[in-house]
T-cell receptor
Framework: DGGITQSPKYLFRKEGQNVTLSCEQN?????MYWYRQDPGQGLRLIYY???????QKGDIAEGYSVSREKKESFPLTVTSAQKNPTAFYLC?????????????FGPGTRLTVT | GENVEQHPSTLSVQEGDSAVIKCTYS??????FPWYKQELGKRPQLIID?????GEKKDQRIAVTLNKTAKHFSLHITETQPEDSAVYFC??????????FGAGTQVVVTP
């Protein structure tokens, strides 16, 4: 998991502004994921990508967008359409090879929108 | 799609006792079941996992068991220590390579 970085650690934004969260990995993993975690809650999948230039919506994709132009990078944009964006955002990556799909997490970005 | 339920939501144990967390899943095609430990404000850390071709796996004080017929798997922590206090999540993969997570169990180990 040390090979997955997220920046910044804390992010503050005003309501109505779009904000982009960074996620980079140097593990040569094919798949990358974005999760949202609210206090006392589990992990909910926002978007995932199993290959460069391709991504799919997860369970709570509304108000979010992603891109996967490089294998190492999977940025998440929280748009003004997301009604309740304040949360802890976690990026993860994994190998997609059968039998080797352990998923590892980045340190997370705590986003506060006021 | 896959649905994972996790129980209990909170678990208080005396130091030295055992802790057991149980999860059930719905997708019979799921074949990989990881467990994560998350300390406050930190990232989830993979602590142990099990694949559908085995029934039990141990790593020092932690073990995971899997019952494919009943579609449930459990985490067992023996000789609990204060540093075991954290939130534990179970997960199961689906046929698309995604993971569905349980809601988490807050474990508190009291000295």
């Amino acid at each position: 998991d040390g090979g997955i970085t997220q920046s910044p650690k804390y992010l503050f934004r005003k309501e109505g502004q779009n904000v982009t969260l960074s996620c980079e990995q140097n593990l040569n993993h094919d798949a990358m994921y974005w999760y949202r975690q609210d206090p006392g809650q589990g992990l909910r999948l926002i978007y995932y990508s199993q290959i460069v230039n391709d991504f799919q919506k997860g369970d709570i994709a509304e108000g979010y967008s992603v891109s996967r132009e490089k294998k190492e990078s999977f940025p998440l944009t929280v748009t003004s359409a997301q009604k309740n964006p304040t949360a802890f955002y976690l990026c993860a990556s994994s190998i997609t090879e059968t039998g080797r799909n352990e998923q590892y997490f980045g340190p997370g970005t705590r986003l506060t929108v006021t | 799609g896959e649905n994972v339920e996790q129980h209990p939501s909170t678990l208080s144990v005396q130091e030295g006792d055992s802790a057991v967390i149980k999860c059930t899943y719905s997708d019979s095609a799921s074949n990989y079941f990881p467990w994560y430990k998350q300390e406050l404000g930190k990232r989830p850390q993979l602590i142990i996992d099990i694949r559908s071709n085995v029934g039990e796996k141990k790593d020092q004080r932690i073990a995971v068991t899997l019952n494919k017929t009943a579609k449930h798997f459990s985490l067992h922590i023996t000789e609990t220590q204060p540093e075991d206090s954290a939130v534990y999540f179970c997960a199961a993969n689906d046929s698309w390579g995604k993971f569905q997570f349980g809601a988490g169990t807050q474990v508190v180990v009291t000295p």
